[in-house]
């Protein structure tokens, strides 16, 4: 929410794999499922485990995903997101554009790249001899979520209501009692229940995350 309105602040998008090519099998609401559950469990995983959230989709009848028959794919799906909170809410085309826009934007006619090597230079008479082409390219990386300083991760935790509350009990070093639990905030309660998974770096809180391919990656608390 930045100036009383609703504004993106990170965009995600893939095409669909060879085997998800086949509409037979992929129906128009089983590819938005698709689409949902690769953005929840694998895009954004980090920044919603743990949070609440609203999906919004132009597709009807994945809004009514909690009384839908689900084959046992969409099934399989449907358990990898139970560790989630969130809710779908439908959202006609229309209204929906900022999102709608990303499957109807095809990038423009790029050249083929052959073979590119990151730090590999080959003499130019040898690259001749072997009837490879020069590519002139930069590397780049583009970071699509705000980057913040450890001084500024730490006033924004301090500033966050429902954190404020965490890092009383975590400076402590003791979990709160059944009296002071019934006097916290819903968000607190929520943040409380990842307590066994909060580390701390340089006064920041973070959270332990899994990766799905094995390893352990921190992700700040915010």
């Known amino acids: 929410m930045q100036g009383g309105k609703v504004r993106p602040i990170a965009y995600a998008s893939r095409g669909l794999r060879p085997t998800e090519r086949n509409m037979a099998n992929y129906s128009s609401m089983k590819l938005e499922f698709l689409a949902l559950k690769w953005a929840m469990t694998d895009k954004f995983r980090e920044y919603l485990l743990g949070n609440k959230c609203i999906v919004y989709t132009d597709n009807n009848p994945l809004s ?7 084959a046992a794919t969409e099934q399989r799906w449907a358990a990898q997101l ?11 085309g229309r209204s929906n554009t900022n999102a709608d826009a990303l499957s109807r934007q095809h990038p423009p006619d790029l050249p083929d790249v052959k073979v590119m090597l990151l730090g590999t230079a080959m003499p130019r008479a040898l690259q001749e001899a072997l009837g490879f ?3 002139e390219a930069t590397q780049a990386v583009v970071a699509v979520l705000p980057q913040h300083t450890t001084a500024e991760l730490c006033a924004l935790q301090q500033a966050d209501p429902a954190l404020q509350d965490v890092l009383v009990f975590w400076k402590k070093g003791q979990h709160p009692s059944r009296e002071e639990r019934a006097q916290l905030s819903s968000s607190t309660l929520v943040l409380l229940r990842q307590w066994d998974r909060f580390v701390e770096r340089d006064g920041v809180l973070y959270r332990k995350s899994l990766r799905s391919g094995g390893g352990v990656f921190l992700v700040c608390v915010l």
């Not at 139970?82 to 006609?92: G, M, V």
């Open 82 to 92: 139970a560790s989630f909170d969130f809710e779908i809410k439908y959202r006609s």
């Open 64 to 70: 009514h995903l909690s009384t839908a028959k689900l």
């Open 133 to 135: 082409e020069t590519v």
